[in-house]
């Protein structure tokens, strides 16, 4: 069963609007949460991370959101560009040991 | 700084063989852990390890194997090769197990 879900496979948005990724996990007990990047050919590069003790962790264009009661967060990029089309991975961590979701597939048309 | 670095970038091996693969972490890094990724799953956590001492493993058969050197260097051995066995297998380091971690680019295996 997988403890930390991506449900949207992949995602399209245009240059300049806000791209929106999701990931939804089952374990209470994650307490700290990462989003890497991943281009092709490429290992995932560390984008942003939230402690559970937070709601929000904002650096530059990007954006995390944690809903601890839903156990859903968001990533949110604003604007979006075309050099951030790649695979977003959501990862979860208790005692660490990181759980990766199967990654959202981002494309930013100019 | 160097980053982490991963030997062999690719490799085709034969169903029944054994392969080897090698990490050197982030200078610094005593942490190193090892994921599988595959179109199907996405990335699967293998093991980590942290001052030699596997410290965490996750849902893999025993034919998957590691091990840390003293100088944080970490090899994954897979045995009997099955074509199931093909994906990049990623390694990451990070200063303690509870850091963020760094990936390398990972190696292709291929196996035929």
């Given at each position: 069963?997988?403890?930390?879900?991506?449900?949207?496979?992949?995602?399209?948005?245009?240059?300049?609007?806000?791209?929106?990724?999701?990931?939804?996990?089952?374990?209470?007990?994650?307490?700290?949460?990462?989003?890497?990047?991943?281009?092709?050919?490429?290992?995932?590069?560390?984008?942003?991370?939230?402690?559970?003790?937070?709601?929000?962790?904002?650096?530059?264009?990007?954006?995390?959101?944690?809903?601890?009661?839903?156990?859903?967060?968001?990533?949110?990029?604003?604007?979006?560009?075309?050099?951030?089309?790649?695979?977003?991975?959501?990862?979860?961590?208790?005692?660490?040991?990181?759980?990766?979701?199967?990654?959202?597939?981002?494309?930013?048309?100019? | 700084?160097?980053?982490?670095?991963?030997?062999?970038?690719?490799?085709?091996?034969?169903?029944?063989?054994?392969?080897?693969?090698?990490?050197?972490?982030?200078?610094?890094?005593?942490?190193?852990?090892w994921y599988q990724q595959?179109?199907?799953?996405?990335l699967q956590f293998l093991?980590?390890?942290?001052?030699?001492?596997?410290?965490?493993?996750?849902?893999?058969?025993?034919?998957?194997?590691?091990?840390?050197?003293?100088?944080?260097?970490?090899?994954?051995?897979?045995?009997?090769?099955?074509?199931?066995?093909?994906?990049?297998?990623l390694?990451?380091?990070?200063?303690?197990?509870?850091?963020?971690?760094?990936?390398?680019?990972?190696?292709?295996?291929?196996?035929?």
């Amino acid at each position: 069963d997988q403890q930390v879900k991506q449900n949207s496979p992949s995602l399209s948005v245009q240059e300049g609007r806000i791209s929106i990724l999701n990931c939804d996990y089952t374990n209470s007990m994650f307490d700290y949460f990462l989003w890497y990047k991943k281009y092709p050919a490429e290992g995932p590069t560390f984008l942003i991370s939230i402690s559970s003790i937070k709601d929000k962790n904002e650096d530059g264009r990007f954006t995390v959101f944690l809903n601890k009661s839903a156990k859903h967060l968001s990533l949110h990029i604003v604007p979006s560009q075309p050099g951030d089309s790649a695979v977003y991975f959501c990862a979860a961590s208790s005692q660490g040991n990181l759980i990766f979701g199967k990654g959202t597939k981002l494309s930013v048309k100019p | 700084k160097a980053g982490v670095t991963q030997t062999p970038r690719y490799l085709i091996k034969t169903r029944g063989q054994q392969v080897t693969l090698s990490c050197s972490p982030i200078s610094g890094h005593r942490s190193v852990s090892w994921y599988q990724q595959t179109p199907g799953q996405g990335l699967q956590f293998l093991f980590e390890y942290f001052s030699e001492t596997q410290r965490n493993k996750g849902n893999f058969p025993g034919r998957f194997s590691g091990r840390q050197f003293s100088n944080s260097r970490s090899e994954m051995n897979v045995s009997t090769l099955e074509l199931g066995d093909s994906a990049l297998y990623l390694c990451a380091s990070s200063l303690a197990p509870t850091s963020s971690i760094y990936f390398g680019e990972g190696s292709w295996l291929t196996v035929v």
